[in-house]
């Protein structure tokens, strides 16, 4: 079953308050627990958002729901993947970072550049890839292509950016709408949904992009989502060394960033001959060492910096690595 994040719902109870309906009994009807409008950092299935979008369109006669529920959303949906794209050089670069990382926030999307019929003009192609019959699209896929649009618009700082916008579904709410939401022609009964804009378009500067911001968004979700053939127990290693100091180094943490239940992760971990616990102490290890080694940093830092409430429990720690506690270790390496 494909999943997306729960951040794909951001907005919705305000929106379906704002129509007179109720949240929680859709929510409901689909299986989606409560704590997803809460907890965007979970995952909910791709499917059951689709029907829960069409349902709450039906339900409150809002045919334009996908729309405006784009309008209530942004970047920040996408959370890492988010700051990667904002904080690339140009807009092209910004459209083949989502495409590549869009896994990321769901495996059951994609948006994929293409050249239009126009050579001079670029297709963002989005398409759902299910394998199971969901029924109609229409407001899920009004609802990215509405996003994507903001989304442009934003990295740009162009009022109207875009050439046009296709659907692949038929017109379901009065052209008004589509024309207010996106500044340009929408036609329907395409053979893709995109948003279409001039080549030209691909080298406009993103404002106040930050490469080493970047760096780091893309280094993470490199990190969290290796090739899956490498070994989890590898993975997970270094999503805690990467973690340690931060207060995100947790088997609940980490297991949340492989979208796997604690337990799932543990009994994964025990396949492979190890323990969270066990790769945990590894990856303080490796760290340890050269934390003591600094002498600008004190060792209540240091104890800080690997996760340890109180200094002593680094200091047994040490003993146990190394033989020695850590002022020891400190002096040795400060008198070689």
């Not at 500067?205 to 970047?214: E, F, V, W």
Request: charged share 20%.
């Amino acid at each position: 079953m494909s999943m997306v994040r729960a951040s794909a719902l951001s907005g919705y109870q305000e929106l379906v308050d704002e129509l007179g309906g109720r949240a929680q009994p859709l929510l409901q009807r689909f299986r989606i627990p409560a704590s997803a409008l809460s907890e965007p950092q979970g995952f909910l299935s791709y499917g059951s958002l689709i029907r829960l979008l069409e349902q709450t369109s039906e339900e409150l006669d809002c045919k334009d729901f996908g729309l405006r529920l784009s309008k209530r959303q942004d970047l920040g949906i996408l959370g890492p993947l988010g700051v990667a794209v904002r904080n690339c050089e140009t807009l092209g670069e910004a459209m083949q970072c989502a495409s590549r990382y869009m896994f990321v926030h769901s495996p059951a999307i994609s948006f994929t550049p293409q050249v239009a019929e126009k050579n001079d003009r670029v297709l963002l192609v989005f398409q759902i890839l299910l394998d199971q019959n969901v029924g109609s699209t229409t407001q899920v896929t009004e609802l990215s292509i509405g996003l994507v649009a903001r989304i442009i618009a934003m990295l740009t700082k162009e009022a109207e950016p875009l050439i046009g916008v296709r659907f692949r579904h038929p017109q379901c709410s009065p052209m008004s709408s589509y024309r207010a939401h996106f500044g340009a022609p929408v036609s329907f009964g395409s053979d893709v949904s995109a948003v279409e804009f001039d080549t030209a378009k691909l080298a406009l500067q993103i404002h106040d992009a930050s490469l080493q911001l970047r760096e780091l968004a893309e280094d993470y979700l490199e990190l969290r989502h290796a090739d899956p053939h490498t070994p989890l127990s590898i993975r997970v290693r270094l999503v805690i060394q990467r973690s340690l100091g931060t207060g995100a180094a947790s088997c609940v943490d980490v297991a949340s960033a492989f979208a796997l239940h604690p337990r799932t992760l543990q009994r994964q971990l025990r396949w492979e001959g190890t323990t969270f616990e066990q790769l945990k102490d590894e990856a303080r290890a490796e760290l340890a060492r050269s934390y003591i080694a600094n002498p600008d940093l004190p060792l209540s830092r240091v104890a800080a910096l690997l996760d340890y409430s109180e200094q002593s429990a680094l200091s047994r720690s040490c003993r146990r690595w190394f033989g020695q506690a850590p002022r020891q270790i400190r002096a040795g390496q400060l008198n070689r």
